[in-house]
């Protein structure tokens, strides 16, 4: 257990749909990272925040948005979901307040399917 | 643009033997990882390589890392069934944290 939650487990939804993933991160960690796991592009980082501030962006869509809350929490919103954003979604956390931190754990995912 | 590349993509080998999966990155990083990821699960972190010449070794499993080479390797002595996985090997970016991942290696072992 990484101590990264991500909720919910699974999520399936219509295309056009807009929905929203959870992630907490490990206690401490200031940094969250969401990865995006599917079969055309593997594995992919979309969006870093550290602290609550967007940090670094990577190949994250328009219709998708995240942001991260006071408690370190972090939401990953899909918006006018397509078939094609069917995948595993994974939040990942590091940096730990006074510890320099290479290392980023993962969360269990959130499997999205769209129909 | 950090592209990463591992082969092989799969692997089928028998129990006992030994083998190594190659990760190749285009572009200068201090910092390499090895995670293995069994099927529909999250991903477990296995090595984490910050210099040229790192060696870590954890049971059947060891990684290196030469960063004049932009090579990493990693070595599986005496497969057995339980090392069947994907492993992903994943670069972290000069100008940050973020990892651009390989494209993964299925190993199976067979009994």
């Known amino acids: 257990d990484s101590g990264v939650t991500q909720t919910p487990k699974h999520l399936i939804t219509a295309t056009g749909q807009r929905v929203t993933l959870r992630c907490s991160p490990r206690?401490?960690?200031?940094?969250v990272y969401w990865y995006q796991q599917s079969l055309d592009q593997g594995l992919q980082f979309l969006i870093q925040y550290y602290n609550g501030e967007e940090r670094a962006k990577g190949n994250i869509l328009e219709r998708f948005s995240a942001q991260q809350f006071p408690d370190l929490h972090s939401e990953l919103n899909l918006s006018s979901l397509e078939l094609g954003d069917s995948a595993l979604y994974f939040c990942?956390?590091?940096?730990?307040?006074?510890?320099?931190?290479?290392?980023?754990?993962f969360g269990p995912g959130t499997r999205l399917t769209v129909l | 643009e950090l592209k990463v590349e591992q082969n092989p993509l799969f692997l089928s080998m028998q129990e006992g033997k030994n083998y190594t999966i190659y990760c190749n990155y285009s572009t200068t990083s201090d910092r390499l990882y090895w995670y293995r990821q069994d099927p529909g699960k999250s991903l477990e972190s296995l090595f984490v390589l910050l210099s040229n010449g790192a060696v870590k070794q954890e049971g059947r499993l060891m990684a290196s890392l030469d960063t004049k080479a932009r090579l990493s390797t990693l070595h599986i002595t005496a497969a057995v069934h339980d090392l069947s996985a994907t492993y992903f090997c994943a670069v972290a970016g000069n100008a940050g944290n973020m990892l651009t991942f390989g494209g993964g290696t299925r190993l199976m072992v067979k009994p």
């Open positions: 990942a956390s590091s940096n730990r307040v006074g510890t320099p931190s290479v290392e980023q754990f």
């Open positions: 206690s401490g960690d200031l940094s």
